[in-house]
């Protein structure tokens, strides 16, 4: 069975065990600290370098235990003891330390305390991935059109037993006592899925490096492929060719500058960690934040919940009601680390340290509720016909969904809004004025951009 399952998916007392679960609490510290030193780091190659090295490390632990839990996992579904732990050389054991611990006893035989095992293995990967995917965005400087575009490649794989990582990290040895710098393990990451490593140059100058096993001629031609297809993928960042992939999307960054009101949370987000959940009206849009550990250590949990769910649908009814209540948008956090190379990470959010660590780890959870009929309306205030193509009471939507529909009368020209710029509209708190100006730029053109990914301009300093 596949082990992609998000947390919604699963029985509430099994929700509660994987996050009870001691290495899933324990990560949010192992997270927390990474992204202490992820920002006291800034651009400084050492430092850098350090944090992955720690990072490196901690992934290598839980890749390694989440391989003996599958082994365990499978044995047990047979009828066989579990053999926890797994054999492993002293070497091995020693820098995989500490032991990972169990929730189940070493030698249950009950295959659903080691799927829950497994379950929580794969998400401390993912989190840890995510501190990885926050130094890829530092490293191509916040330029989402070359993570999008370097993430057009399948999904990684777990590198600890990687044939040809041991010449991966000579290699990147070699070139850090050569010209120093910094240089970035793919490996590490969830977003950069094309070649082995990047070297940042003293000048800021980005080289791919696909690394060589051996001279084999199939090794040869692996690695020739592999840089065919970055040069393809560097081609579709300037908007020359078209991604790689089924659909034939492209890349186009309009001229509007990308505002967002993400510095405007740490007021609620602090609130909630101090009281278990608050809500508010940020920027055109319903936002709620849930601290679960606060409130799970409250007297009465279900009380607090039922104080946040009303004064959630207090502000719904007075800022989403009349008129607009069957297009509701709704965006939330909840199990979302990983998951779209296009979002950006939590780990790069304007906000503290400990807030992006429970919010990859999900002891935060952030809601935001905005109308798609307000955002037509604004459409048609410019002049043009806009219709949401969602049905009636429609919250839910993904990426390809369909969601507003705005053509220019005078010039007969249409564009569809899709599900991917409305998730970046609500959880990276994009300015809603800014997706309409992107949106009537695009109208605007003699070509309009057709299927393509939308780039605003100027976006790092949103991320410093």
């Known amino acids: 069975m596949g082990w992609d399952i998000r947390l919604g998916g699963l029985d509430p007392a099994v929700t509660s065990q994987v996050m009870r679960h001691p290495e899933q609490v324990g990560n949010l510290a192992v997270v927390t600290r990474l992204l202490e030193r992820f920002d006291a780091a800034g651009h400084d190659g050492d430092e850098l370098h350090d944090l992955q090295a720690v990072l490196y490390r901690v992934s290598y632990r839980a890749q390694r235990a989440a391989d003996g839990i599958g082994r365990a996992l499978h044995r047990v579904e047979v009828g066989k003891g579990p053999d926890w732990p797994p054999a492993a050389g002293q070497e091995s054991i020693a820098f995989a330390a500490p032991h990972w611990r169990l929730r189940c006893a070493a030698d249950s035989r009950d295959v659903e305390e080691w799927r829950l095992e497994r379950w929580v293995a794969e998400r401390v990967i993912r989190q840890l991935r995510a501190v990885g995917d926050a130094l890829a965005w530092r490293v191509f400087s916040y330029d989402r059109r070359a993570i999008v575009a370097l993430s057009r490649n399948d999904p990684p794989g777990p590198f600890w037993k990687k044939a040809g990582l041991g010449y991966e990290l ?8 050569r010209r120093g710098g910094f240089v970035l393990l793919h490996d590490l990451t969830s977003v950069v899925r094309i070649m082995d490593l990047t070297e940042v140059e003293a000048s800021g100058r980005r080289l791919l490096r696909e690394v060589k096993a051996s001279n084999s001629p199939s090794a040869t031609a692996k690695a020739r492929k592999q840089i065919k297809r970055a040069e393809r993928l560097l081609a579709a960042i300037d908007g020359a060719e078209a991604l790689p992939g089924e659909e034939a999307a492209s890349l186009w960054r309009a001229q509007t500058q990308f505002r967002t009101h993400l510095r405007e949370l740490a007021p609620l987000l602090d609130h909630a960690q101090r009281t278990g959940a608050a809500t508010a009206w940020i920027g055109g849009r319903v936002v709620g934040a849930l601290h679960l550990p606060v409130t799970a250590q409250r007297a009465q949990p279900e009380e607090r919940w039922s104080a946040y769910a009303a004064a959630r649908g207090r502000l719904l009814h007075r800022h989403l009601g009349a008129g607009t209540t069957l297009h509701r948008l709704r965006g939330v956090s909840a199990d979302t680390t990983g998951r779209d190379p296009a979002t950006a990470p939590w780990g790069i959010y304007p906000l503290p340290a400990h807030h992006r660590a429970a919010l990859i780890c999900d ?66 708190f994009v300015h809603t004025d800014r997706l309409i100006q992107a949106s009537t730029e695009a109208l605007r053109l003699l070509h309009t951009p057709g299927h393509s990914l939308l780039i605003y301009s100027n976006e790092p300093p949103a991320w410093y």
């Open 363 to 428: 002891y935060l959870v952030l809601e935001t509720f905005i109308s798609a009929d307000d955002i037509a309306r604004e459409f048609r205030r410019l002049g043009l016909n806009a219709a949401v193509l969602l049905p009636a009471a429609h919250e839910s939507f993904d990426s390809r969904s369909e969601i507003i529909s705005v053509t220019d009368p005078r010039h007969q020209r249409r564009i569809v809004l899709h599900g991917a710029a409305v998730s970046q509209l609500l959880m990276e």
């Open 170 to 177: 000579g290699a990147l040895n070699e070139i850090r006592e």
